[in-house]
């Protein structure tokens, strides 16, 4: 049992959504996902994580600017002021990263821009969006969100999604994790405007390579009673505060070991259920997965 001082300011924590990344969460982990969602314990960033946010932000920036000057020269020019950027927003990172592991961070994001355009040309077409953040509630109450990194829409009205990836193409079970995602922002689109996306596209800038999915209506159907299903769930273990760990191969990556009973240690004291949204953190928290 925990005591709290009663003279204390009370927690705001934001009420929990699902995204693509607390969904797999849960499914991989349902003491993960009580620890990012409701406990919001902190994790290390990792160069690759920062990498792709400094990448992230370096096309929006590029997107923002006429086509006529997108041109390869100038996207690389983004680089340190996306990264100035990053910081300003989070300034822990800059004594996390620096000297000579700030350069080849930077040099490799430089790598990553230039081969973007090995993929595609920005100087022909406008996006209608770049880092479009969606919050949509399905019909039975299930609550949507996340951010969609790029959404173009064809002289002939047919949409397409797109999201950057700076790692390399997927492998095994990272690409049912991909297709995932993929689905998920198809259901979004097709509930926020009643049109099922013509294309969903990933794009993997380590190495070149595409993922391209073509959504029907009736798979995102049955997709979206899914989502509501794992909703349930989630619900259902917010009320008891049971969420039980689920020993994986990727708990060699997690951050939370020493928490963890499957590894000897002990969760916290579970603070119950967010009901209080807090935009600022929704922000942070949804933009970061």
Known sequence: MSI????????????????????NDFKQCPLLYRFRAIDRIPERSTTAQVKGTVVH????????????????????????????????????LAELISGKELATLLEQARSLVTGYYEMEDPTRFDPESCEQRVEIELADGTPLRGFIDRIDVASNGMLRVVDYKTGKSPREFTEAKALFQMKFYALVVMRMRGVVPAQLKLMYLADKQSLTYKPDEG????????????????????????????????????????LCPEFGGTPPAYPGWPTTVDAANLLVSESAS
């Open 4 to 23: 709290t001082d009663v003279s204390d300011p009370p927690v705001r924590r934001s009420r929990p959504a699902l995204s693509p990344s607390r969904a």
């Open 219 to 258: 798979e995102l159907v049955r997709f979206e009673r899914m989502l509501s299903a794992i909703w349930r769930a989630i619900l259902a273990a917010g009320e008891s505060g049971d969420f039980r760990p689920k020993r994986g191969k990727l708990c060699n990556w997690c951050d939370h070991q020493a």
């Open 57 to 92: 932000a370096a096309l929006e920036a590029l997107y923002a600017i006429p086509s006529s000057k997108r041109d390869c020269d100038s996207a690389v020019e983004l680089i340190e002021p996306a990264w100035d950027k990053v910081i300003t927003e989070s300034p822990q």
